[in-house]
């Protein structure tokens, strides 16, 4: 999506680590320290001065513990994780030592001789003080919460996630049950939220709004969200008022339909500023599901992410395994599944459809005419995956 249309990050700040979780990095994670910080020892057995045997001396070194300095041709019991002495050259596992209490001595039962430094993580293996260990825009996952509280963070400088409400249209939608009466049930109230969220997006309301141009300005003009994102009514039928609400809003079209299938209706909207003057956008997701879809994966996502202050996730280039059918002059997005082999087509893709999406693990990017099998084809990838 170019810039211009989706706007700068949002600012950013310090969080606590579990508060940053699933917001993006806004500068990149240096090192605050060497990795590991000392000298440790990787086994459990003794921390040994020279080639051996070896006098054995001392209580044994705990992890937690400063160690004094081991005199040449020494040994001391270490346990993993410990800080090696200053004067040893390895340690000896404890299954490849043999020790003579009677005479205090240790001797050398591995199966090659020692050789200097093994068993010893040394200072600075994994990084050095200040090394770039991820790169600004990495999506803060429970492992990155991991890798900062190893190299000394307690805070990360984040960006604030996009805050999103979600409007879903249609009074046709039922909440729950069998469709009856020429109603259908809503799927995008189930399908979008836990989605979205898990594209960092921050939900601060969802519900449904009758097909009433009236609610629907009401709820468009007076949301706090970054992101308003609307389902249905992108289309011309007799009750679809988006276009109308937005005019009458003072919103501004920067995207008015797609040439892609499904979706071709989707569209960005920038909405008037909230009155302390954060900018407002909103995304037209339409109504039939796999649409819906399509719009979210190709418009609201990379929006979100480029708020977010996360990186540009390309496509994924593959092979196709079987023809994936175009559309004579749009591109098509189809729900495939992915494998060591390549990239499948799916059956049940009809844009008003969800059975295909549901075995999917991405979308191909079909171009005009399709494409053959054998030929590369880009995938984007779905959640849950
Ligand atoms: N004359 C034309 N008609 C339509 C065109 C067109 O180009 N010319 N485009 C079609 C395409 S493509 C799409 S996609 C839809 C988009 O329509 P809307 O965004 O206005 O959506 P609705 O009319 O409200 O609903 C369409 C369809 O989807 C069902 N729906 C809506 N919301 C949900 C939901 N939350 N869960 C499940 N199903 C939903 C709705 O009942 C309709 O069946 O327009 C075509 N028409
Ligand atoms: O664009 Mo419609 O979205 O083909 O179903």
């Known amino acids: 999506m170019a810039g211009s249309c989706a706007g700068r990050p949002l600012p950013a700040g310090p969080r606590s680590l579990a508060d940053a979780l699933g917001h993006a990095l806004a500068e990149p994670l240096l090192a605050l320290t060497d990795l590991p910080s000392f000298d440790t020892a990787a086994m459990d057995g003794w921390a040994v001065a020279g080639p051996g045997p070896w ?32 004067g040893a050259t390895a340690v000896l596992r404890r299954e490849h030592g043999e020790a003579d209490p009677a005479r205090d001595l240790l001797y050398d039962r591995s199966p090659g001789p020692v050789c200097e430094g093994q068993d010893i993580r040394p200072r600075g293996q994994e990084c050095r003080s200040g090394e770039p260990l991820l ?50 049930r809503d799927a ?33 003009r007076s949301s706090p969200a970054d992101v308003v994102i609307t389902t249905g009514s992108t ?20 995207i008015d339909s797609v040439a892609v299938r499904p979706g071709h209706p989707m569209l960005l909207a ?3 500023a909230t009155s302390d003057g954060r900018a407002r956008r909103l995304v037209g997701l339409p109504g039939n599901p796999l649409a819906a879809v399509a719009g ?25 395994t079987a023809a994936l059918p175009g559309h004579p002059h749009d591109t098509r997005l189809l729900p495939v599944f992915t494998s060591g082999q390549g990239v499948a087509p799916l059956p049940f ?18 171009p ?16 849950g995956r």
């Not at 963070?153 to 984040?158: E, F, H, M, N, S």
């Not at 893709?349 to 693990?361: K, N, Q, V, W």
């Open 270 to 272: 920038e909405l008037p």
């Open 368 to 383: 005009p005419g399709g494409v053959t099998a054998g030929a590369a084809v880009d995938v984007l990838e779905l959640p």
């Open 188 to 220: 995008l109230g189930p399908l979008l939220p836990p989605w979205l969220r898990g594209r960092g997006a921050e939900l601060i309301g969802h519900r449904r709004v009758p097909d009433d141009p009236g609610p629907l300005g009401e709820a468009v």
């Open 55 to 86: 006098r054995l001396g001392g209580a044994g070194l705990l992890a937690g513990e400063e160690p004094g300095p081991l005199g040449r041709d020494t040994a001391v019991p270490i346990a993993t994780g410990a800080p090696v002495p200053p």
């Open 135 to 184: 790169p600004a825009g990495t999506t803060v996952t429970e492992r990155v919460l991991g890798l900062a509280a190893a190299a000394g963070y307690d805070r990360l400088t984040v960006h604030r996630r996009p805050s999103v409400e979600l409007l879903v249209l249609g009074d046709e939608l039922l909440d729950r049950g069998v469709p009856r009466g020429g109603r259908v």
């Open 296 to 320: 979210l994966v190709t418009l609201a996502e990379p929006l979100l992410r480029r708020l977010g202050g996360r990186r540009e996730a390309g496509p994924v280039r593959l092979t196709a």
């Open 349 to 366: 893709d009809g844009p008003a459809m969800l059975r295909g999406l549901a075995l999917a693990d991405a979308l191909a990017v079909v």
């Open 235 to 254: 289309a011309a039928g007799p009750v679809d008022f988006l276009h109308d609400t937005l005019r009458s809003v003072g919103a501004r079209l920067l």
